[in-house]
Nanobody
């Protein structure tokens, strides 16, 4: 069982930066692949980024490549999403998720979810 708690969201101006954090409970955090997803109002949840259990492998959706960086610190049971050059279209609730095995871009393959943190980007 893994419990996930996101933090770091907020209201920022376009072009600004944020770092989202996702703190996990449990002693087996390092055995889980981690992902970040987001959901804007009226839209489906979409994949943003994911990382392997070690952090050595990462993947991103095309729209965030070069602006978002996913990383993890297994000693702190935390995964991060560093966001640069925020755009209004990045406005969404951001969720972290955990799964056993390799990372995935499909939300249905994740076993555990956090409650989400709101990111709002003003133009």
């Amino acid at each position: 069982q893994v419990q996930l708690v996101e933090s770091g969201g907020g209201l920022v101006q376009a072009g600004g930066s944020l770092r989202l954090s996702c703190a996990a409970s449990g002693r087996t955090f390092s055995s889980y692949a981690m992902g970040w997803f987001r959901q804007a109002p009226g839209k489906e949840r979409e994949f943003v980024a994911a990382t392997s259990w070690s952090g050595s492998a990462t993947t991103y959706t095309d729209s965030v490549k070069g602006r978002f960086t996913i990383s993890r610190d297994n000693a702190k049971n935390t995964v991060y999403l560093q966001i640069y050059s925020l755009k209004p279209e990045d406005t969404a609730v951001y969720y972290c998720a955990a799964k056993t095995g390799g990372y995935s871009a499909y939300y249905s393959r994740y076993d555990y979810w956090g409650q989400g943190t709101q990111v709002t980007v003003s133009s």
